[in-house]
């Protein structure tokens, strides 16, 4: 029997094996996949529901933490996760929280809160105001966290429907602190297939999103450079070298990077924003500090931003018999990459957005010159990050983020934990539907082992799950066109020398040809290579299909 009528086979078997999260044999996949969101969000209408997310971001409002420093918070988050029978990893990323709601097995889904505050003082007057002098959350993280936890009493309400695994990130210090860089070098995510993320915004309507496929938001990095020159009264400019005379020729030729050496059709930002020296009308100081921020949709073009900002400084201090030094502060301030939407993923949130809030309420939007931290995990994982209005006109025009009287309309916190929670169960919904491999299924070519006993040519098919990959070596062997074979990450078994056998997990993400990784197996590791498909749940493919 050929290749595709194996799949076909195999196909016909999930027609009859596999149950609608909602039960109604008469719906449509389509029609069943519609019903998540609206159920979903008269779950999160409930009044007992919302009044516990609007008391979760309350209680968080009042005592906002910076980044690396939420040890409340997320005290906070594993009470209610404790409440609510989630299990979770903690501590990650030093604050960090990381909950499961669903199988415990592939295929994983993860969607993301950050939780931090702003060093900023609140000038809102308010029953629930900041209770910490100098700290304020004025981005929306008190509302994102009690969405995602909303988000996780909807779907622990409806675990034994969930296809896969739910993966819950309360992140810290996305504030600057890169808090998503530490949460992926944890190894929390490793098994994740796509990531989901949203933040709240005034300049949309309540229960209005927008967002699009490809560059969303920008890279960002920061600088800061020390001018020094010599010092001495201003009344005699030829015995100093003037510092501030160089800083300003520094910043006007800084200009010139994006006006005259970027392309216009690729949008980049260089500003300076910081500028200290002197502290006398009559003294030229020995030295200046200036700082500022610089923005790309491109990591190549970021990167060529960051090599000609520190030319120009240096070039520019000399020409004007200064010395300059700049520092990109990568530790204190780490480069943010463009945030990239996922294109499969746009379409998935478009579907899901539509059926919850009606077509008219989905925007599409131009890409932004901010930056988002979420982009670390687009680099790693298929992502896809949104916004999510909450202004209503009719009751008082909102604040912008980051501002001292930036507030919040709470009754958004409905809508963000249905899309939460409705973009990843749906996703795993479409996902078992469209894979052909099941986690629970075996299906055994009947001659396989005869070939691997013969050492003929076979290899695996590797489904979207994550699934543990042998693949026999032959120099013969060429993959087919749809066969993409991923960067493997830490091996589960690995045999000694003379048996050549090791087992490694894939993921999506990486299709590198130079990387692509062969393994060969010999007669004396037949018996560990069968208990380990056993376990491990693949479909073996015959090697007719991929060997000349």
């Avoid at 029997?1 to 195999?10: D, E, N, P, Q, T």
């Avoid at 009044?47 to 309350?58: A, H, K, L, N, S």
């Avoid at 006007?252 to 500003?271: F, G």
Wanted: charged share 20%.
């Amino acid at each position: 029997m050929g290749f595709f009528k194996w799949v076909s086979l195999i196909l016909t078997f999930f027609c009859f094996a596999t149950t609608p999260i909602f039960s109604d044999s008469s719906l449509s996949s389509h029609e069943v996949l519609s019903a998540i969101p609206i159920e979903f969000l008269k779950f999160a209408n409930k009044t007992e529901v919302f009044d516990w997310m609007v008391g979760i971001r309350r209680k968080i409002h009042e005592n906002p933490e910076l980044g690396y420093e939420e040890f409340e918070t997320s005290e906070l988050i594993r009470a209610k996760l404790d409440e609510l029978g989630v299990p979770y990893r903690y501590p990650v990323a030093v604050t960090g929280v990381i909950g499961f709601i669903g199988t415990g097995r592939p295929p994983f889904v993860a969607i993301r809160a950050d939780m931090d505050a702003l060093a900023m003082q609140e000038m809102v007057e308010w029953e629930h105001k900041s209770k910490v002098p100098g700290k304020m959350h004025a981005c929306g993280h008190d509302a994102h966290v009690s969405m995602l936890l909303g988000a996780a009493k909807i779907l622990k309400e409806h675990e034994k429907e969930i296809k896969g695994t739910v993966v819950l990130v309360f992140q810290p210090a996305e504030e600057g602190g890169g808090g998503a860089k530490k949460v992926l070098d944890s190894g929390a995510l490793e098994n994740v297939t796509a990531i989901f993320g949203l933040h709240i915004t005034p300049t949309l309507a309540i229960g209005e999103v927008a967002s699009r496929s490809g560059p969303l938001l920008a890279g960002s990095g920061f600088f800061e450079a020390v001018i020094s020159g010599k010092g001495g009264h201003a009344a005699i400019p030829q015995h100093t070298i003037d510092p501030i005379l160089a800083a300003s020729n520094v910043i006007v030729s800084l200009q010139h990077l994006v006006s005259r050496e970027a392309d216009p059709l690729d949008s980049q930002v260089v500003t300076v924003a910081k500028f200290q020296g002197g502290g006398a009308f009559n003294v030229i100081p020995d030295s200046v500090t200036i700082g500022g921020t610089f923005r790309a949709f491109s990591k190549e073009s970021f990167m060529q931003l960051r090599q000609r900002i520190e030319q120009v400084i240096t070039g520019q201090a000399a020409v004007q018999r200064c010395n300059a030094t700049v520092n990109f502060l990568d530790k204190e301030k780490p480069y943010f990459p463009p945030t990239v939407n996922d294109g499969d993923l746009h379409d998935h949130f478009q579907q899901v957005a539509r059926d919850l809030l009606g077509i008219d309420k989905v925007k599409d939007m131009k890409p932004l010159m901010g930056s988002e931290d979420f982009a670390f995990y687009q680099e790693m994982i298929p992502g896809y990050f949104f916004l999510l209005g909450m202004e209503n006109a009719l009751i008082e025009r909102l604040e912008f983020v980051h501002s001292p009287f930036f507030k919040i309309n709470e009754e958004v916190l409905p809508y963000g934990a249905a899309l939460h929670a409705s973009l990843a169960s749906s996703y795993l919904k479409k996902l078992h539907q469209d894979v052909p491999v099941a986690v629970d299924l075996v299906f055994q070519y009947p001659k396989a082992w005869d070939a691997i006993s013969n050492r003929a040519p076979i290899a695996l098919e590797i489904s979207e799950l994550g699934i543990v990959v042998f693949v026999l070596h032959n120099p013969n062997c060429k993959f087919p066109v749809n066969f993409k074979p991923l960067r493997p990450f830490s091996p589960v078994t690995e045999m000694d020398q003379r048996s050549h056998v090791t087992t490694v997990k894939f993921w999506r993400g990486m299709q590198d040809s130079e990387r692509r990784m062969k393994y060969s197996f010999d007669r004396s590791s037949i018996a560990l290579a069968r208990s380990l498909l056993s376990e491990s749940h693949m479909l073996i493919v015959p090697h007719s299909a991929i060997c000349k």
